[in-house]
Each structure stands twice: as structure tokens, then as C-alpha cells.
């Protein structure tokens, strides 16, 4: 028995072993937590802002004062010297800055904490603006890094030019009316014609539905117009409901005579009929009907739905209507991608551009360079970026995180594919190059090295993007210094051959018709490939390469010829499109004549108010390119709502609300723009000389796009908080014709007229559409706006942008939850802890509004 006991002590003590090995640190860095406060703008000048790290232990051992880095992710630049002077805050390259004590640093005890104050070279807006991501690095573990604990920050309410208070809120909101839900328009986007002839028709769970068209053109339509009503309706005797026909029915019928996405749908008391000449179209008159469903049938089993009778004709207006979503930066999981893909057949969008790789990420499996998810998929602490990415955007030290690391394998993608498919969605998936492109470099120098290490020289070469003597010199305006593309090498188009390869293999599998590649273009910075041999040994045999610039022209010429060879056309950001001269001495760009005749499409985002290219869509599209309008100005979705340190977003562009999107005007976007990118009065003397767009011009307008960038979006919440509703102010502008107050000239008439639209839109999302995005799929976690508020006559009023949403207050200084008194009318409070929030049909709360008091 002894003998067995001693046996057991020795296997517990190998077992204490395995699971710590004799290197890890003693300090556990989970048991620090992180504060971030600002503290002051315009410190010492205009340009900086004082903030302070706090970190505290939260743990039962002593941090140490010294044998250890911090690193973390901040988008502002910081001054190296700390103002406390017990740190030192290096820039290691991108948004990654390293953190070391110095000799002043003390020890952190049990419980105790210790600050840092540090020079921002900007000041503060907003939460994001801040440092995030933290984790250390022991001094004897120099490859591993540990997630430091919980991060907050310290609520900061900043005095700048254009801050948004809840009395501005108020001011904004206080000309909505509330319009009764049986006056508004039951169909969304609105259509082309709609009229209501009275009555309902009763859908119970048996109703049929059926095709007249032979042989079963529009079967897949019908098929999933029966799955979505189904799960509408209650389940008797614990069985799956079905449709029989016992009362009424659901009839398609083709006819030509109706435009490609166009539709008639007349919902009558005996029957509903949708007519349209392509399942396209009869696709888009099931989400009208859809639309006429009473969103409180969403919210729990029916027994029977009333559907008011109407007649409605309908088509687009414009063709493409795009959404874009970058998961390069931050990826989002397969299921999310679904959940998004419903949301826009709802709402009649029929392009999902997917960003699907960045200086941050790569995330789609091509089978022939596995390395670029194998290392490029990935995000961890590193400093050489052989094995995986360095941290970005906050995702931590450790490779599993569920932002930084992550892709899509063969089989997702074309599942996506297949899903995107059955709701007339086309997928265009974008490889950003030559720029932003960091983590597919990294990917193949990691390939490099290991072919090199087995003596394989000539294929280690084959896919090199980086000319290792090139010693040019750069910065991104992200601050990457090493993440553009040699375009010079011949291996950087067997990468692009290669990929787009794999690529067209994978639609092909799916069974899903591939039209283009989005190739990036966007974004490379001065200085780039000047002092690279492999440029100038090219530059030496190409006559027509005089600059760097013109090595531009060289890389799309030949990305565009590939393209051709399997009957594709190229996509790509505005600078693809761009020649690069000089006016007066300054740097000019203009269409790009060569590359006209090749019908390239150029999707343009450059309309900064005041940046000099506010003109930049209409000059290609009157020059003749296809132009896609994505302007930073109005159709940005990761752009902050309006400013507010609690709204997240970057505003580097402008600020977004929803009457953004939905003021836009696609052929005169001059004409609404009222504020510049903070939000003040538009000086309007900057349109003055800048092209407006020709007839010939509007030919050339594509459509919209509507983009999310990923640099914020750290969760699928917070995704869906930043487009939606906003996605639905864009759905307005793209599918809907253009409104009476976009065309009439009457200054004072057209903003009357477009007072009258707003308030209807408005109640539209807050009564009915807003509704049905808390129960679809689940619910979706949109935007719930900050009620405005302000003190009159010694009474506190209170409105909000979507009537139907409920307001709620509290005043004894706790935020106010979905148990709150409710607001119906101004109230009398005495004290200054009072507090409003509003909230939707589910009880899920917004921002809180706190009213300045006197």
C-alpha cells in the first residue's frame, strides 16, 4: 500500500509539471486589468490630448516593476517619453506600440494600481480612439505573449467644436410627427407604384403555394417563400406545419413583359398573385409580401396572419446595389456572414463584396499557397511575422482570438456561395493589391523560408511579393511600413494567376457564375518600391515605365489581361482607374485613357468635403469608366454616427447617421451635402469648379455600395449595431426612384419636401421595419438612438428619431432599464441625477442620454 501511495505522488507531481511548465511566468497576466482614461484635450497644443493607462492587480502575487513588456494596439500616434515618466511607448509598426518600464516603474501589490500618462497626437472624440489589446511579454519568454484581464474606460466628456448633446438631439428630432401605422406605406423599399384596395387577406399554416410556369421556373422561389412563412405560424400537435391547400393560395406566373428584377404582386382577399419575367424578380415580390407582414407575427407563432390587400408594380433603379464587408481586419464567423446575407434579400440588395484580405488578415483557403491561412490567417504576438501576424485592432497577444484569427475554408466559401445564390445575391470577392497587403506578403516570405530550408530555390521564388534588397522607405496612413506589393517581381503574377485560379475553381464547384474580382488599388503610399533593384532592372527594359507611378498602369494592365483570359473584368478602388501626373508642380490625377476601352469597373470612396476629390466619381463616370458610388461621406457604415465620446466608429471621414444614406443624392450628391467631416456647416465654396455629372455620365453609374470597414468591429454585435438601420437608409436610395425633393430646384421646396419623406421614413423603421429586426433571425442587434432632451420651463422634454421606440427615465442616477417609468409627456424632476434611454420592442436599450443641468 505504501508503495502504491508513493506511486500516486509521483504521477501527481509529472502531472503538476505538464501542466506548467518550469519557464511560465509566476504572475498571471489575466489578473491585471486595464483603464484607459483621457484626460484632457488640447494639451499643450490643439493637435494632443493627455491620457492615462491604469493598470491594476487584481491578482494574489506581485506584478513586477521590471523583466517584462506590455504591448497594445492604438490608431493615434503617442509620444515616446511618458508624462509620468515610469514608461517608455515605442511604435513597433501598424497600430502595435510596445510599452517598458522604466526605472521609476514600481512593483503593483495585490490590489494596488499604478498610472501612466502618455501624449496622443490627436485629440479624443470617441471610445475608439483609444488604446486596447493589451498583453505582456516576459523578458524570459520573448515569443509568447499573455492577454492581460478586463479593459474599461473612464467616461470622458470632452468640450469640442461640434460635440452632439442631448439638447442637439432634440432640436434634430423635434419636427418628427407621428404618423399612424395604418397611414404609412407597407412595403420596403418603396416601391414604384403601391396602392391599397382594401380588406385583407387571412393566411393560416395551409395555405399553398403554386406555379403556373413551365417547368418550375420560379419552384426555388416558391420553395423559399413556404420555409420563411412556416416558421411564422404556430405548430399543432407538436408537428411541422404545412401548406395544403384548403383556403386561398400563393400564385406565381411569369411575364415578359416585366423588367429583369422587376415584379407585380396583388395580394387580394381570395389569393395573392406575383407576376415577374426572371425568379429574380419573382424573388423581390416575395420580399414585398414579406414586407406586408405585420412585424408582431415575428415575435411569437401565429395562428393567422392578415395581409392587407394591395397592388404593387416595382423595379430597382439602379442595377447594382452593393454591400461591403471587410473581415480582413477582423473576421466574422461563417454564421454571421449568413445572417447578414438575409438581411440584405430583405431589403433587395443583390451584391455582397466581400474584403476578404488586409495588411491584417487573410481570409479565404487558397488550396494551392496554404500558407496564406496558415500564416496569414492568423494574429498573435510576434515580431517577425514568420509563423503568424502581429496583433491589430486589439485582438490580444494570443493566437486563439476570435477576431484576428480565423478564415474561411473551400468548403465555407462555398457555402457562402450556394446561400448567397438562392437569394439572388452575387459574391465578389476582393484581393487587395497592390497595397494593404501585408498579410499575403508575410505569407509567402513564410513560404519562401520554408522551401529555401529544403534547398528548393526556384520554387521558393515562385510567388515571392517582396524583393528582399528593395530598401525603400514608407508609411501607410495606417503606418505600416513594409505591406505593399513589388509589382516589378514576375512572381508577383504567378500569386495573382494563382489565386484567381483556385478561385474560379471554387465558383465553378458551387455552381455559381463568377463575373469579376475586386484587386484593391487603394491606398499605397510615397516612396514605395523607388530604391527596389527588381524596379529598376524592369524600369531599364520597359521604356514606357519613367516613374514609379507609371508601374501603377504596368500592374492593372497585366492583372486585367488575366482577367480577361477567363472571361472576367476587373473591379477595383478608384486609384486603379487613375493616372498619375502633375499639376503645377503638386501631384494630379486624372481618368486613366489607357485602360477606358477595357470596361474596368472602379468603385469610388473619395468625396472627403474639403479633400480636393469631392468630384472624383463623376469625372470617371463622365470620362466613361463604370463607376460604382461608394463615398466615404454618406455610405461609410463604420463611420460614427454623429459626434459623441459614446458612439464607437472612426470619423476620419465624416460623421453618419442615418439621414446620411438616406439624403443622398447619386447624380447630385453636391447638392445635400450641408456639413463637412465634423459635422459643421458646409462651406459650400468647395464645389466651385468640380465636374457635376453629364447624361452621359449617369450611363455610366453602376449603382451603390454601402461598406463597412472592420478596424472597430470586434463582435458581431457590434457589426450589426454599425449597419443597421443605416443599411436601410441605403436600401431607400438604391432600389427606390429618385424622390421629388432630389430634383426639385427650389432650394426652400425641395427641404420642405424632404422634411415630409424623412418623417415618413422614420416612422417606417420605428413602427414597422425596426420591429421586425428584433425578432428576425433571432433579432438583430441594430442601433437603438439616443433620445434627445432638454429642460424647459423647469420641465424636461424628451423626443426620439424613431417614433414607435419607448422612452424610458430614471432620477436617482442608475441608467435606466427596460423596468424604468416610461416617458409619455414633459416631466417635472427635482435633483440632477435624472436619465433617459430608449428601447425597442424586446427591451433592449440604447445609449443614455444625461441632459446638462442648470
Known sequence: MKHCIVFLLTALSCINLAAKPKDAPAFNAHDLSITW???????????????????????????????????????????????SGNAKIDF????????????????????????????????????????????????????????????????????????????????????????????????????????????????????????????????????????LLIKLFDKTDHQKP??????????????????????????????????????????????????????????????????????????????????????????????????????????KLNVFHMHLTEDEGW????????????????????LDSKHFLPPSHGSGGEIENKTGTGFYTVADFMEILKYADKLHIQVIPEFEAPGHARGAIKSMDARYDRLMAEGKKEEAWKYRLSDPDDKSQYSTAQYWTDNVINVSLPSTYNFVETVMDDVVKMYNEAGVPLKTINWGGDEVPKGVWEQSPAYLKL?????????????????????????????????????????????????????????????????????????????????????????????????????????????????????????????????????????????????????????????????????????????NIKSTERLEYMLLPRLLGF???????DPDWATEPNTAKSDSLYQIAWVNFVNVLGKRELPRLSYLDGGYNYRVPKPGVVLQDGRYAANIQFPGLTIRYTTDGTDPDAKSKIYNDAVTITGNAVKFRAFDTKGRGGNVSEPVTP
Open 37 to 83: 482614461e483621457p484626460v484632457q484635450n488640447n494639451y499643450k497644443t490643439p493637435d494632443q490630448s493627455l491620457n492615462a493607462i491604469t493598470i491594476t492587480n487584481n491578482g494574489k502575487n506581485t506584478f513586477p516593476a521590471t523583466g517584462w513588456k506590455m504591448y497594445f494596439n492604438c490608431a493615434r500616434l503617442i509620444a515616446t517619453a511618458t508624462i
Open 731 to 737: 436600401a431607400e436610395r438604391a432600389w427606390s426612384k
Open 539 to 711: 524600369k531599364a527594359t520597359h521604356p514606357e515605365i519613367q516613374n514609379t507611378g507609371d508601374l501603377w498602369y504596368y500592374f492593372y494592365g497585366r492583372v486585367n489581361q488575366l482577367m480577361k483570359a477567363r472571361g472576367l473584368y476587373t473591379s477595383g478602388w478608384e486609384e486603379m482607374a487613375l493616372r498619375k501626373t502633375k499639376l503645377d508642380g503638386n501631384p494630379f490625377y486624372i481618368p486613366n485613357p489607357d485602360f477606358m476601352p477595357e470596361h474596368l469597373q472602379a468603385e469610388v470612396w473619395n468625396n472627403t468635403l474639403g479633400g480636393g476629390n469631392e468630384d472624383l466619381a463623376y469625372k470617371l463616370a463622365n470620362a466613361g469608366y463604370k463607376t460604382v458610388l461608394t463615398p466615404v461621406t454618406n455610405l461609410y457604415f463604420d463611420m460614427a454616427h454623429y459626434k459623441s465620446f459614446d458612439e464607437p466608429g472612426y470619423y476620419w471621414g465624416a460623421f453618419a447617421d442615418i439621414d446620411k444614406p438616406f439624403s443622398f443624392i447619386p447624380f447630385d450628391y453636391f447638392k445635400n451635402a450641408k456639413v463637412d467631416r465634423d459635422g459643421l456647416p458646409l462651406n459650400r465654396n468647395i464645389f466651385i469648379g468640380k465636374q457635376r455629372l453629364t447624361d452621359y455620365g449617369k450611363t455610366n453609374i453602376l449603382g451603390l455600395q454601402c461598406a463597412v470597414w472592420g478596424e
Open 242 to 347: 404545412t401548406l395544403s391547400i384548403i383556403k386561398g393560395e400563393i400564385d406565381f406566373e411569369k411575364d415578359p413583359s416585366l423588367p429583369a428584377e422587376g415584379y407585380y404582386l396583388k395580394v387580394a382577399p381570395d389569393a395573392i398573385y406575383i407576376a415577374a419575367s426572371t425568379p429574380t424578380g419573382a424573388f423581390y415580390g416575395i420580399q414585398s409580401l414579406l414586407s406586408l407582414i405585420p412585424a408582431s407575427a415575428y415575435a411569437r407563432p401565429q395562428k393567422e396572419i392578415q395581409i392587407p390587400c394591395v397592388e404593387i408594380k416595382d423595379e430597382p433603379r439602379f442595377s447594382y446595389r452593393a454591400f461591403m464587408l471587410d473581415v480582413g481586419r477582423n473576421f466574422q464567423p461563417k454564421s454571421e456572414v449568413f445572417r447578414i446575407l438575409d438581411v440584405m434579400a430583405l431589403y
Open 363 to 382: 481570409r479565404l483557403q487558397i488550396p494551392s499557397l496554404p500558407e496564406l491561412t496558415e500564416v496569414g490567417a492568423k494574429r498573435g504576438h510576434t
Open 92 to 227: 513597433v509598426n501598424g497600430d502595435l506600440f510596445s510599452l517598458t518600464p522604466t526605472a521609476t516603474f514600481t512593483e503593483i501589490k495585490p490590489g494596488q494600481s499604478l498610472r501612466i500618462e502618455y501624449i496622443a497626437d490627436e485629440p479624443v472624440v470617441n471610445i475608439t480612439d483609444g488604446p486596447d489589446g493589451f498583453y505582456v511579454v516576459w523578458d524570459s519568454q520573448p515569443d509568447k505573449g499573455y492577454n492581460t484581464g478586463a479593459w474599461s474606460l473612464k467616461p470622458f466628456k470632452p468640450n469640442y467644436v461640434g460635440l452632439i448633446t442631448p439638447a442637439i438631439i432634440y432640436d434634430q428630432n423635434k419636427n418628427i410627427q407621428d404618423i399612424p401605422e395604418q397611414q404609412l406605406t407597407k412595403v420596403f423599399p418603396t416601391p414604384v407604384s403601391y396602392k391599397e384596395t382594401g380588406g385583407f387577406f387571412t393566411m393560416i399554416a395551409i395555405h399553398h403555394i403554386v406555379t403556373s410556369v413551365s417547368p418550375n421556373e420560379f419552384k426555388n422561389e416558391a420553395d423559399y417563400a413556404e420555409k
